[in-house]
């Protein structure tokens, strides 16, 4: 089971951190993600992290998000900085037993508001 937490209502230029928390029977996760769903527009990939800290992400975010992971507590954050209007969307966590492949278990996503 995925939990996310901390989305909400923030004016641009503000900041939001996010977490999601993998419970139940959890396993050796590889990979960690954020993506991400405005309406009417397809999910987006915005940010991934490996099991050993390697991190990605969309071009649309670089500097201003900041993905991590607490490997002990399988714990995935994203602390989101700058924030634009733009960057509205329901967020998702999703994470993957694999290093390769689709992500398999998702989280039921948090809510970002960025009023302008």
């Known amino acids: 089971q995925l939990q996310a937490s901390g989305g909400g209502l923030v004016q641009a230029g503000g900041s939001l951190r996010l977490s999601c928390a993998a419970s139940?029977?959890?396993?050796?996760?590889?990979?960690m993600a954020w993506y991400r769903q405005a309406p009417g527009k397809q999910r987006e990939l915005v940010a991934i992290?490996?099991?050993?800290?390697?991190?990605n992400y969309a071009d649309s975010v670089k500097g201003r998000f900041t993905i991590s992971r607490d490997n002990a507590e399988n714990t995935v954050y994203l602390q989101m900085n700058s924030l634009k209007p733009e960057d509205a969307a329901v967020y998702l966590c999703?994470?993957?037993?694999?290093?390769?492949?689709?992500?398999?278990?998702w989280g039921q996503g948090t809510q970002v508001t960025v009023s302008s």
């Open positions: 139940g029977s959890t396993f050796n996760i590889a990979r």
């Open positions: 999703a994470v993957a037993p694999t290093y390769g492949g689709g992500f398999p278990y």
């Open positions: 992290i490996t099991r050993g800290g390697s991190t």
